[in-house]
């Protein structure tokens, strides 16, 4: 889907990757942030559903679209979003919700996105050393072996703590990024203690050629703050 399609299409809103300040069309496909400049628009549903997420799909093409495979019993999708340029995408991000016997209600959102997209960063709520705004994960990505791994298309994938010191509500999440396919992968948790969630060995699938089985998907609840 180009684009244009997708602007046509309804049900979408249209933000800044980088924070969740509106945009305005600027011409010639182009957005403008108040706090950002000329942005790549990042456009995410305004309800959660089997129909929106199709046409996030559409809109993607081969950019991997990742959840955690299989969703557990009561767990649902309850936020998708993408960021996508002319070229193609940038990033996407989806979220699930569910709950844990130890953390009670849990959210996981998992974005993949190329360097300097920024969006990973956004729902991490990243801040730099003076409080100036991030991009990417860091050095922490690669610091010493990794603590947890996931599965990507049956590859083990390492990733690692990323520091949220220093950042507002610091202590209600815990964010760990790696690479996948030459891309950022972060993965955040809320709270901060369904980190624990990952000592299994989790699986990420790539939902963007999935076909007929995203039919059972779950989708709804409440939508993430990010």
């Known amino acids: 889907m180009s684009t244009d399609r997708w602007e046509a299409a309804p049900g979408f809103r249209v933000e800044c990757p980088r924070c969740p300040v509106p945009v305005a069309e600027v011409g010639d496909g182009k957005w403008s942030c108040p706090e950002h400049g000329v942005v790549v628009p990042l456009r995410r549903p305004l309800v959660t559903s089997y129909d929106a997420f199709g046409v996030h799909l559409q809109g993607v093409g081969a950019f991997p679209t990742y959840l955690p ?22 990033a996407t991000l989806t979220c699930v919700a569910g709950t844990s ?14 360097p300097g997209t920024g969006l990973g960063a956004r729902v991490a709520g990243l801040v730099g050393p003076d409080g100036s705004e991030r991009l ?17 298309s049956q590859h083990p994938v390492g990733m690692w703590p990323v520091s949220v010191s220093g950042s507002p509500g610091e202590w209600d999440r815990s964010v760990l990024a790696g690479e996948a396919g030459g891309r950022w992968l972060w993965i955040v948790l809320r709270p901060a203690s369904a980190f624990l969630l990952l000592r299994d060995d989790w699986i990420l699938r790539d939902v963007s050629a999935t076909g007929p089985q995203l039919v059972e998907l779950p989708f709804g609840g409440h939508a993430p703050r990010w």
């Not at 495979?69 to 940038?90: E, H, T």
């Not at 860091?138 to 947890?148: A, N």
Request: charged letters at 25%; proline letters at 13%.
């Open 101 to 114: 016997q130890l953390d009670g209600a849990v959210e996981v959102l998992v974005i993949s996105e190329e």
């Open 136 to 152: 990417d994960p860091g050095e922490e990505v690669g610091d010493g072996p990794p603590p947890v791994r996931v599965r990507v």
């Open 69 to 90: 495979w299989p969703l557990g019993p009561g767990w649902s999708v309850s936020d998708f979003a993408a960021v996508v340029a002319p070229s193609g995408a940038r």
